[in-house]
Nanobody
Framework: QLRLVESGGGSVQAGGSLKLTCAAS??????MGWFRQVPGKPREGVAS???????QSIADSVKGRFTISLDNDRTSSLQMNNLTPDDTATYFC???????????????????WGKGTLVTVSS
């Protein structure tokens, strides 16, 4: 069974940067995505990348500040720059066995999830 493990979360001041990494135990399928969630709010799709289709997508809320990459066929990174307090959330990586996983970045299109890593941005 595929397992995903996120790392790299932590606390940073506004304007700072963090890099999250997701390591997969095996084949990731069509996409690897990053999502974030604040308690009481729906999970938000942040970025997705597909080694199968050679495409990626970034949510408008983080476009120009966040970038997603595949370091190899089992590891994805989310580089987050110019962070603001609104970026505070638990960040999850996920893998998708569905072809329509790149855009829009929807949680229901992802079937394997990591446990999440907390990112806290202070003002």
């Amino acid at each position: 069974q595929l397992r995903l493990v996120e790392s790299g979360g932590g606390s940073v001041q506004a304007g700072g940067s963090l890099k999250l990494t997701c390591a997969a135990s095996g084949y990731i399928g069509y996409c690897m995505g990053w999502f974030r969630q604040v308690p009481g709010k729906p999970r938000e799709g942040v970025a997705s990348i597909s080694p199968h289709f050679g495409s990626q997508s970034i949510a408008d809320s983080v476009k120009g500040r966040f970038t997603i990459s595949l370091d190899n066929d089992r590891t994805s990174s989310l580089q987050m720059n110019n962070l603001t307090p609104d970026d505070t959330a638990t960040y999850f990586c996920a893998a998708s066995a569905y072809r329509d996983c790149v855009q829009p970045i929807r949680s229901e299109k992802y079937n394997v999830w990591g446990k999440g890593t907390l990112v806290t941005v202070s003002s």
